[in-house]
T-cell receptor, first 110, second 108 residues
């Protein structure tokens, strides 16, 4: 596609439920990033995929968070047993080398 | 990881004014980008500029990699320039690290 597409745009979930967030990167982009932005804050790095290399998971805040990228394209970020502190906007970007961001998924855990 | 410091944290401008935003970073970089986050939260890539100078309309940017800083210039500011400006860098690991941002408010 022409840009990075993320779905859903908004997600409200109950504490303890699992959620899946999806990112469709720009076709042909080998690098894909997930970031998290809490209200009024900067961007927190979560995970980075580059081609067929092992992902850099160093930013994942706990083992409740996981991500995969299938076929070097679509990526899914999964949060298990959601907590209220997981509420944030989750942003996906693809590159190289200039990064293009999607519109994000606003996650609210109630 | 590479540390990124942006200044000033907040900037209030009268429409038509010029301004300079600064980004300092702690180590050598192979990637430096400037982004604008509009009031609706969308991040727009302004420049990919690991070194040198680029211009795009009323915006321009300069990165002096040897001295570990980059500058973003906004000329003849407009209300639509309001938002948060982020600098992001990466080194050998290609992981983009973001600064805390500069919040720009342009008043009519």
């Amino acid at each position: 596609g022409a840009g990075v597409s993320q779905s859903p745009s908004n997600k409200v979930t109950e504490k303890g439920k699992d959620v899946e967030l999806r990112c469709d990167p720009i076709s042909g982009h080998t690098a894909l990033y997930w970031y998290r932005q809490s209200l009024g804050q900067g961007l927190e790095f979560l995970i980075y995929f580059q081609g067929n290399s092992a992902p850099d998971k160093s930013g994942l805040p706990s083992d409740r968070f996981s991500a995969e990228r299938t076929g070097g394209s679509v990526s899914t970020l999964t949060i298990q047993r959601t907590q209220q502190e997981d509420s944030a906007v989750y942003l996906c970007a693809s590159s190289p080398p200039q990064s293009t961001f999607g519109s994000g998924t606003r996650l609210t855990v109630v | 990881g590479i540390q990124v410091e942006q200044s000033p944290p907040d900037l209030i401008l009268q429409e038509g004014a010029n301004s300079t935003l600064r980004c300092n970073f702690s180590d050598s970089v192979n990637n430096l980008q400037w982004f604008h986050q509009n009031p609706w939260g969308q991040l727009i890539n302004l420049f990919y500029i690991p070194s040198g100078t680029k211009q795009n309309g009323r915006l321009s940017a300069t990165t002096v990699a040897t001295e570990r800083y980059s500058l973003l210039y906004i000329s003849s500011s407009q209300t639509t320039d309001s938002g948060v400006y982020f600098c992001a860098v990466s080194g050998g690991d290609y992981k983009l690290s973001f600064g805390a941002g500069t919040t720009v408010t342009v008043r009519a």
